[in-house]
């Protein structure tokens, strides 16, 4: 094992406990927030008349922005930071987008940057006070110091890190995720089975300890997507999905291996900035064009394993091809056509994904010739 | 799953770290500190002279409270309470006993109570900072927020846990422990293992995700003890067998799974609180004789669950049996006649067990009989 520094302040309150949400502001000595959310989902749901009235009855003050999108965008975010000038802490209510666009205003507001320098490097030197009631787990970003933002002009996504923008407190509820539709319980499950694949396949050095962490995740995230795509009111498997959503990239799967990387992410990345594909959406097309590639390449063993250990294969070509299976029958797409992608488009893509490899650290590994290829298998 | 709550605040240094020790005293603003440590083994390996060293570089004034015992013990709590009067800080070299005996101290310190009102259920109000460099791997103390200690005139040995005891910073460095004698390796394999057992036994509600998270640590604290009592040498199988101790006792195994409890902690106490025993040794008797009285009366089938999973045994019994064997292969006593106990004996500790049961909260469920009975089975 490598040597490694872990911290995780976040603080998680898991279950039916929204409702302590004006109590936890207030103890921080908080009563003027902005809250931050998404669309439709929750004034549907109810959830947003349940927390307004909890902030209001506490007399919290709230400026409200909502309509963060999917893939959260920059200049969305910069507004939000118009209107994050004079309150002293952020509620972000809903998904990983919600979130992140939460930690881009709260460390943007505090350091007096332009949002998009912190995704350009430059490191935010304070940040307000972070608050998340989880209406969608997928990301991890409920308790990690992570953030993903698209630039609509420049079509780049990118993400950046700090430890100031760690969330206070985050409330997961795993039943508010009860009326989230089908696609995107999908979704999810790719997006964290990639987190724990990202790490599982490209780590530095591997230890029976980490793997078999990994490799837990991935079975019970398997296991729950297909009891709640039969009944998505089965609240333990919610439970256990919602866990191990938070397990796949709170730091904990990555603990002494050393150096990793996201090529899977870097290259969905293109896919959201250039056609606002859903990031788990491109993830389930991405994986398992990479994972062939990968394996042709490296003939590294631990994708032997995984087809041994998640899929019950002898050969690591029948594990990829079992993965792909799967992904298929809970309804992902698995190429790029399923996802209205032409494969013209490539070339396209491939550029996209180039520009911002620097940023990955991967523009070593991954010339444009590799990446076109990896695309290609994708088709 | 059940909700929860959670939140670890401890930073986690692993690896060649402890030069670092006086910088992050410094940044956090201690200048004069309480060191306190075990017997002999720091001032033999030189880790003594190193930390004062780099304390004395760096301005770091300290006073030393050495010659903590393995059971640490109520008076010498207090001594260190005296000598912490004037200190912002607690540095603790060494392992669980050393942390928890600093805990006791840096509570009752800032608090001003008495050491032992803590134990007896009294809430500290402040704590000194604790900083930890673990030389053993074991008790889990380095990350988390409990402490025991025995008093000696009454013999008991009791517990008491508050967020405000958390380390602030623990240096895990897995080669400070490759001079451990080879029964304190064995002592700290089952001290881990009893750690995972009491949570994956005793908890209100099982899900696979904790289960199979349970059964990791304890698979590779088997295999990691086995290839250390071979080559100490193997630093891989330190360092993983270091990341399963503080894994079993930080809060993580037992996510969701409601209320449990800590049985045989509470009837090895008595024996170590009686006869000094070793808390690994004590609990290496205890567990077999408790697993079998247990499995008899309630048949609970995460019995069978382990007996398969870990070795591979087809029935409860035939797990508990491989269990015990598996003890005695690498060396722990497994009767109260090893640890030189007689069963004429049996009587007393049993009462002293009775004594401070309703501190576990246990009393109801383990009347005098029961533990006698118990006691019994590991004559």
């Keep these: 094992m490598k040597s490694f520094s ?59 922005h909502g309509e963060v999108s999917s893939n959260p965008t920059l200049s969305h975010a910069k507004e939000g930071v118009q209107k994050a000038k004079d309150v002293t802490a952020i ?16 460390a943007a507001a505090a350091s007096k940057y332009d949002v998009w320098e912190l995704y350009e490097g430059k490191k935010p030197t304070d940040a307000l006070d972070l608050y998340v009631i989880l209406t969608v787990s997928a990301t991890g970003s409920e308790m990690n110091s992570g953030s993903v933002l698209t630039n609509e002009e420049t079509k780049e996504k990118l993400s950046f890190g700090s430890p100031l923008i760690y969330p206070k407190v985050s409330i997961i509820n795993p039943s508010l995720s009860v009326t989230l539709p089908k696609e995107y319980l999908v979704y999810s499950a790719v997006d964290i089975i990639a987190h724990v694949l990202e790490v599982y396949f490209t780590a530095e050095e591997h230890s029976k300890l980490l793997n078999r962490f990994c490799e837990n995740i991935i079975k019970s995230v398997i296991k729950t997507t297909e009891k709640l795509l039969e009944n998505p009111n089965d609240i333990n498997a919610r439970s256990e999905f919602a866990l191990c959503a938070t397990w796949a990239l709170n730091g904990l799967t990555s603990l002494g291996v050393g150096s990793y990387s996201f090529p899977n992410h870097m290259i969905e990345h293109s896919l959201s900035a250039l056609y606002n594909v859903p990031h788990g959406a491109g993830l389930a097309v991405v994986l398992p064009a990479w994972l062939k590639w990968f394996y042709a390449n490296t003939k590294n063993p631990q994708v032997e394993r995984f087809a041994k250990k998640i899929f019950s294969q002898k050969s690591a070509e029948g594990g990829i091809d079992a993965f792909k299976k799967w992904l298929k029958k809970i309804g992902a797409p698995i190429t790029l056509e399923n996802l209205g992608i032409k494969s013209d488009e490539i070339e396209k893509i491939a550029e996209n994904v180039d520009l911002v490899s620097y940023k990955w650290e991967l523009k070593h590994e991954y010339p444009l010739k590799t990446i076109k290829k990896i695309l290609k298998l994708a088709k």
């Design 6 to 64: 872990y911290h995780n302040p976040v603080r998680i309150l898991f279950g039916d406990k929204q409702k302590y949400i004006a109590n936890i502001l207030k103890a921080d000595e908080h009563f003027k927030i902005l809250l931050v959310y998404g669309k439709n989902s929750i004034k549907k749901s109810g959830l947003y008349d349940e927390i307004c009235k909890v902030l209001n009855d506490a007399g919290i003050e709230f400026i409200e």
């Design 91 to 106: 509620l972000a209510v809903g998904g990983g987008s919600v979130i992140d666009e939460s930690k881009a205003i709260a």
